[in-house]
């Protein structure tokens, strides 16, 4: 779970922009519409390469998250239709990013050597040692193997909540929810950036996303499988 002097932090930056939605009746679907436009661009940037500006534009959308529900408890404009609408969006933003990631490691397995010639050996050696050592955390096809792992626990940890609650039960246990791993993508990617600096390899690795990627592909699969122990335990109708 996010720490909560966290979550009070940013409410605090951002309740000015929330106050004047709230105060000029912004529609929230809005805000939850402008969330996925942001994501989808951050995705794109991901997938050319430019990792602090995907972590930057996956975090505002993430942001625009916050903004929508907020919007419409304090204005009376919950409906049903919007529930549905943010939580359809938000699986699509979530597969959206990893795409944008799944793409850009894609991309990278396959340097361009010709950029330039002066660093030919070493782009070559460095790709053996990424395709010849199944082991190391850095292997292309591993990540991309991550990636995948990911999605698929980010989309179950949403359906277990979603079965259960169209069943009539409460399910919002669980390490790893949807705030939970947009923050770890946004801050691995802009944490990437900052460790390129400390990085004297021409093979550029970010160390902090790939971990970003594992933990995500790991524990949400985890709390997945809490919520369905959470059900099985508490209901046993």
């Known amino acids: 779970m996010v720490p909560k002097w966290i979550e009070n932090f940013w409410r605090g930056v951002i309740s000015p922009l929330v106050n004047w939605s709230i105060k000029n009746r912004v529609d929230p679907n809005f805000f939850t519409t402008l969330g996925f436009v942001l994501t989808i661009f951050g995705a794109v940037h991901l997938a050319c390469g430019f990792i602090f500006w995907g972590g930057f534009w996956i975090l505002m959308a993430g942001t625009c998250d916050m903004i929508d529900g907020k919007i419409a408890r304090e204005t009376g404009q919950v409906t049903k239709f919007g529930a549905l609408y943010d939580s359809v969006l938000d699986r699509y933003s979530e597969f959206v990013m990893f795409v944008g990631i799944g793409a850009y490691y894609y991309v990278k397995g396959v340097p361009d050597y010709s950029?330039?010639?002066?660093?030919?050996?070493?782009?070559?050696?460095?790709?053996?040692?990424?395709?010849?050592?199944?082991?190391?955390?850095?292997?292309?096809?591993?990540?991309?193997?991550?990636?995948?792992?990911?999605?698929?626990?980010?989309?179950?940890?949403?359906?277990?909540?979603?079965?259960?609650?169209?069943?009539?039960?409460?399910?919002?246990?669980?390490?790893?929810?949807?705030?939970?791993?947009?923050?770890?993508?946004?801050?691995?990617?802009?944490?990437?950036?900052?460790?390129?600096?400390?990085?004297?390899?021409?093979?550029?690795?970010?160390?902090?996303?790939?971990?970003?990627?594992?933990?995500?592909?790991?524990?949400?699969?985890?709390?997945?499988?809490?919520?369905?122990?959470?059900?099985?335990?508490?209901?046993?109708?």
């Open 115 to 237: 950029a330039n010639p002066e660093v030919k050996e070493c782009l070559i050696a460095a790709e053996s040692f990424l395709r010849l050592n199944a082991g190391v955390l850095t292997k292309i096809p591993l990540t991309l193997i991550a990636t995948v792992l990911a999605v698929g626990g980010s989309l179950m940890v949403s359906y277990t909540r979603a079965r259960a609650e169209g069943l009539g039960l409460e399910c919002k246990v669980g390490w790893l929810q949807r705030p939970e791993r947009v923050l770890i993508i946004g801050f691995g990617c802009l944490l990437s950036v900052i460790w390129y600096d400390f990085d004297n390899e021409i093979y550029k690795v970010e160390y902090p996303l790939i971990i970003g990627i594992w933990l995500i592909a790991i524990f949400s699969n985890i709390t997945a499988w809490q919520r369905l122990n959470h059900v099985k335990k508490n209901y046993k109708e």
